[in-house]
């Protein structure tokens, strides 16, 4: 007999809050705002809604928020380097977990190597500093 506890609905919010900060603050450092637009309506990094049962267990939804956060880790680096083969292993496997799980990550390490620009932060996407009008 096994005993298996099922993904809780803080899991799969929490899921959805990261792949929300990767929209609205990671990827506007590598991407434009009509890049990150189409992201969208291609679905990368789409889940189902938090009412669907797409999660068996709460061990899944621990390795996608780990994956995740280990993305996030690697990419908030202000230079990826190139030729780093331990980023490269690393960035590759929590992919490759993403996947296993239906959620679209279709990027390379590379992508995110060479297309890093710090002065691209300010877009649609980014999340205000304040919510202080000036």
Not at 51 to 74: G, K
Not at 112 to 126: D, G, I, K, Q, T
Request: proline share 4%; aromatic share 14%; charged share 25%.
């Amino acid at each position: 007999m096994r005993v298996v506890f099922a993904a809780s609905k803080e899991q799969k919010k929490m899921i959805s809050d990261l792949i929300d900060h990767l929209y609205h603050s990671v990827f506007p450092l590598y991407f434009e705002e009509m890049e990150i637009d189409e992201f969208i309506r291609g679905e990368v990094l789409k889940t189902p809604g938090l009412q669907e049962e797409w999660l068996e267990t709460a061990n899944d939804a621990f390795q996608i928020i780990a994956a995740l956060q280990v993305l996030i880790s690697l990419l908030e680096l202000n230079a990826l380097p190139i030729d780093h083969s331990e980023y490269q292993r690393i960035f590759t496997r929590n992919k490759h977990i993403l996947e296993c799980f239906d959620i679209s990550f279709p990027f390379t390490y590379y992508q995110f190597s060479v297309l890093h620009r710090p002065e691209m932060a300010f877009s649609l996407f980014s999340r205000a500093a304040n919510e202080y009008l000036i």
